[in-house]
């Protein structure tokens, strides 16, 4: 059975930087990250190739977020900078072997998500 474990969620100020990280019990796949707010559908926000780690980004956070895994393979960091109120969401990761990256029904396994809030 694969476990993701998504932290380092928490309250930031708007403009302010947040990362979270996600741990995987496997590392030769390929892992997205995703958020969903209140009411509204999951939402791409990047993603890693695996074993390339090319990155991939959503157009929500293209340019305010980054993307890396570690050398061990099995921690996949996001990175957001220049935070806003519309970034407030849980952020969920997400690992399988992904045709396309940015559509969550093509992944396999789910973590629990890590609650992300940006006050004003």
């Known amino acids: 059975q694969v476990r993701l474990v998504e932290s380092g969620g928490g309250t930031v100020q708007a403009g302010g930087s947040l990362s979270v990280s996600c741990v995987a019990s496997v590392s030769s796949y390929d892992l997205g990250w995703f958020r969903q707010a209140p009411g509204k559908e999951r939402e791409f926000v990047a993603a890693?190739?695996?074993?390339?780690?090319?990155?991939y980004y959503g157009d929500s956070m293209k340019g305010r977020v980054t993307i890396a895994r570690d050398n061990a393979g099995s921690t996949v960091y996001l990175h957001m900078y220049n935070l806003k109120q519309e970034d407030t969401a849980l952020y969920y990761c997400?690992?399988?072997?992904?045709?396309?990256?940015?559509?969550?029904?093509?992944?396999?396994?789910w973590g629990q998500g890590t609650q992300v809030t940006v006050s004003s």
């Open positions: 997400a690992v399988g072997r992904i045709e396309h990256l940015s559509s969550p029904g093509q992944y396999d396994f």
């Open positions: 890693i190739r695996w074993p390339s780690n090319s990155p």
